[in-house]
């Protein structure tokens, strides 16, 4: 029989060993090795079985087990000791407190998801670790920052395969109360809640859980409560399901419940309010309206609000691909906002903000990503390629401008060290090298040997064969209750052989099955007589892509051939608790995405952190880090003829680098069986992107371009009683109606020879149509470099031109009332030249000539 309902019995622990519970509260155990250690000594078995989990491994464990423990002086005081360090983390200062100047004295972080740890399953993927990650580094270099998500009574779906290969989901429901969250009360003991208006008189509440993640807090709002009508109580089902109406609830939800949520939280701990909101993606971009309604509130108008909020968000674009994006119909978006939902916006003001109005986009849907970088005055890409990437695919909203001058920045990703590192990894640092921190210790150093280094790597092998074998036997057992398992399975790889990792979400453009291209091929190559390979894959496929669940039954059926079984498999239900295993335990991490269709890829990062070498597409964060010593780069076959021939010709490289490169290095052994080659780019891998690829040089690199200056132009705004924030619209409202006909109506040119030469001066004079502006409203520039046949000028340099002395605009008044600009641009290079002039806003308060899209160029 079936339970009806299930909950969690906290276990009563004996006093000696109270602190435990705290301990277990914050999951900052997720990444400090030393108290899960103090957790494992309780019952190892079972802390495996219960997959690493404090709170659940104290509700399972025999209480006979912890009064023994309360009589063992030395594990009580080990746990008071870890207790108090625990205390001295959260209260002394860190990196971030040692900053001097201008800084947020409050950070909110608002993400549709959240991957801290495999105990609390509220992510799907990539996005969802990199907000975790971002969490747990804002902790450590004590950030100020709150987390803000929803909390998914079914998180994502659990993975089974069927026997011919199939993905089947499932959705087993949590108990919050059997997991490291908090709700939310104020001082009289009452939860807090927020309520959202709704269409036909109804609304939505939502109850707020908290976690502890360090030092930082983390809020997740539940809509599964009494308060809610039945089918409100499912807003928060399930991480991404439900059809457009469902995911607008959860993104409303998510946004301006999460928006008024911080407010209280703050109120309630007496916190500073936020000056700086990020938005991880555009799912919380609502966030936005919320403030600008209780600015309005406070007497501002929609566009002096808009400034205020502008000024202090921060958001960051992942996808590389518009089908990516999040569009709802417009109807069903005015539907929801022409209510009460946001006190005094006008609804038009709002669905303008998020129009696709650029050539080539669609009148009918709002658009959240547009929204996002409307409302926010700093964006970002998640590395230099994807940064370029965005530029160009956002170029519409910056009409008359290189795709160069999109204010968009880039940041790339990092992943958390202590997260993702190996503890034998970092036993290893902490023995040879004096320090636990992987991403800062000497790896260059002879203290550590080439055989020391192997060793390590061996090991993590090992332990990554041994929990694949348990994986694939339990998966055997689910489908086959009460049968004996084939004795197959506990021959699964072997941890002498060269193993190679891929493990991620399952779209079509990351090409799971690019190793399939030619069977025979890679049959070959997981049975080479000498050099053999052994792939272990694993990923999820969304419930709604059936193309992706193809691509993962033709990897299954493959694997399943009794003379490779041994050497390919496919792990299902992928998870944090399987990766922390997977990523140490490969010595190859392949990647091989569409190019450039990888945002970033932080899974290699991953690997890299344990001193596994890449093999890559150059996509994503690879090429900024590849450097002929930390692992392979897989040829792009960009200009291919189409899709077909161009995965044969990027198969065949794959296959070529592993046959004649990867497996003969691996194998080329010393006398000691060390393959020195091998390990010198272990070496290198563990020195050189260790620091780079670390969350905190990701976070540190967040606080210094991006929240700091938003904290900066925040406080400008709001000073004074937002006088700056009124002046700004004022002037942008003054401009938007002048610039039609505002335009270069003349250019000048002198000062060269008949015949230029390097070193000449260009002298310029350009005549511009103010149409009642003020020479300090603009800039006038010249832009200038290499003319190639297309008129196209590429290697670009600006310069700017003066508003030339008065008795200079008299001269030239033939140029029929227009300004006099003038400048000189030398001739530094040789080749081809050309420039043209542009005229573009300035403000101070605008943190590019392109913020407001606003071009005149002359023609």
């Known amino acids: 029989m079936k339970a009806i309902r299930k909950f969690t019995v906290r276990a009563v622990l004996p006093e000696p060993l109270a602190a435990l519970d705290e301990l277990a509260g914050n999951l900052r155990w997720s990444w400090h090795e030393p108290t899960r250690q103090l957790f494992e000594r309780i019952a190892p078995e079972l802390w ?61 972080y608002f993400s549709p998801e959240f991957g801290i740890a495999a105990a609390l399953p509220q992510y799907s993927g990539g996005l969802g670790i990199l907000a975790g990650d971002h969490l747990k580094s804002a902790s450590d270099l004590g950030l100020p920052l709150v987390g803000v998500g929803l909390f998914y009574r079914a998180g994502y779906f659990s993975q089974a395969i069927s026997p011919d290969g199939w993905q089947m989901e499932s959705y087993p429901l949590l108990d919050p109360d059997g997991l490291p969250l908090a709700v ?13 208006a709704l269409p036909d008189d109804r609304t939505l509440h939502a109850r707020v859980w908290q976690a502890k993640v360090g030092r930082v807090r983390l809020l997740l709002l539940d809509a599964d409560i009494p308060e809610n009508a039945d089918d409100l109580r499912l807003v928060t089902d399930r991480l991404y399901g439900g059809g457009g109406e469902h995911r607008l609830l959860q993104e409303l939800l998510l946004g301006i419940g999460g928006a008024r949520a911080v407010k209280l939280w703050s109120t309630l701990l007496g916190l500073p309010e936020p000056e700086v909101f990020h938005t991880n993606e555009g799912h919380a971009g609502f966030l936005g309206f919320e403030r600008i309604s209780s600015l309005i509130g406070e007497g501002l108008s929609f566009q002096e609000a808009l400034q205020v909020a502008r000024a202090g968000t921060v958001f960051t674009t992942h996808t590389p691909v518009a089908a990516g994006i999040d569009r709802f119909d417009r109807s069903l978006v005015h539907r929801y906002f022409a209510t009460d939902l946001l006190p005094g916006v006008d609804v038009e003001d709002l669905l303008a903000l998020g129009a696709e109005g650029y050539a080539g986009g669609s009148s009918e849907v709002f658009n959240m990503a547009i929204m996002g970088l409307r409302l926010g005055q700093h964006a970002n890409g998640v590395s230099t390629l994807h940064g370029e990437v965005s530029r160009k695919m956002f170029n519409g909203l910056w009409p008359g401008f290189d795709s160069a001058d999109v204010p968009i920045t880039s940041i ?68 086959n209750p009460g049968g004996i398992a084939p004795a197959w399975i506990g021959r699964v790889f072997d941890p002498n052989v060269l193993t190679i990792g891929f493990a991620r979400r399952v779209p079509t453009y990351k090409r799971l099955t690019l190793m399939l291209h030619d069977p025979e091929r890679l049959r070959s190559l997981l049975l080479h007589p000498e050099h053999p390979i052994q792939i272990v894959i694993a990923g999820k496929s969304h419930p709604a892509d059936e193309e992706g669940k193809r691509l993962i039954q033709q990897i299954v059926q493959f694997a399943a051939d009794p003379a490779l079984r041994g050497r390919i498999a496919f792990l299902p239900d992928y998870n944090i608790a399987m990766a922390q295993l997977m990523y140490p335990g490969t010595d190859v991490w392949l990647n091989n995405p569409l190019r450039p269709l990888e945002a970033c890829g932080t899974s290699g ?40 021939e161009r995965d044969r010709v990027e198969a065949d490289a794959l296959y070529e680098l592993i046959e004649h490169q990867v497996a003969p290095m691996f194998y080329e052994r010393n006398g000691d069986d060390v393959p020195e080659r091998w390990v010198s780019n272990i070496r290198h891998t563990l020195s050189t992107l260790s620091p780079q690829l670390s969350a905190d040089r990701m976070v540190s690199e967040y606080v210094q371009r991006l929240y700091r200056p938003a904290g900066h132009f925040e406080a400008l705004m709001s000073a004074n009683n937002y006088r700056a924030a009124r002046e700004l619209a004022a002037w942008k ?75 200079a605009q008299v001269k030239a008044a033939p140029a029929g009332g227009a300004t006099l600009f003038t400048g000189t641009v030398e001739l530094d290079r040789a080749g081809t030249f050309g420039y043209t002039v542009r005229v573009v806003p300035k403000n101070a308060l605008l943190i590019s000539p392109a913020e407001m899209g606003l071009v005149a160029v002359a023609s």
Do not use: C
């Open 48 to 108: 495996r079985e219960i997959g690493t989990d404090p709170v659940a491994l104290l509700g399972a464990v025999d209480p006979r087990r912890l009064d023994e423990l309360a009589q063992d002086h030395d594990y009580v005081a080990e746990v008071n000791a870890t207790r108090d360090a625990l205390r001295d983390y959260l209260e002394q200062p860190r990196w971030y407190q040692s900053l001097e100047g201008e800084k947020p004295a409050a950070i909110a």
């Open 184 to 196: 939310l009360r104020r001082a009289d003991g009452s939860a807090v809640q927020v309520s959202l």
């Open 412 to 479: 790339t990703n990092g992943v958390h060290a202590p997260s993702w590192t190996d503890p034998a990894l970092k036993s290893l640092a902490s023995s040879k090298l004096g320090t636990s921190d992987t991403s800062t210790a000497n790896w260059a150093s002879s203290e550590v040997s080439d055989q020391d280094l192997w060793s390590v790597r061996g090991q993590m092998r090992q332990q990554f064969v041994e929990d694949a074998r348990r994986r694939l036997l339990n998966a055997w057992r689910d489908q």
């Open 605 to 644: 990062m991953k690997a890299a952190l344990n001193g596994a070498l890449n093999l890559s597409i150059l996509d994503g964060w690879w090429p900024e880090y590849y450097d002929g010593k930390n692992g392979w780069a897989i040829p792009s076959a960009d200009s291919a003829g189409d899709a077909a």
């Open 733 to 807: 409202g003054k401009i938007v109606s002048a610039w039609p006909q505002v335009a270069v109506t003349h250019v000048e040119s002198g000062g060269v020879s008949a015949v230029p030469e390097v070193g000449d001066d260009l002298h310029l004079r350009a005549h511009v149509q103010l149409n009642g502006l003020s020479a300090d409203d603009v800039t006038v520039e010249v832009v200038y470099g290499k003319s190639l046949g297309t008129d196209e000028l590429r290697d670009v340099a600006i310069a700017a031109l003066a508003p030339a002395p008065a008795p």
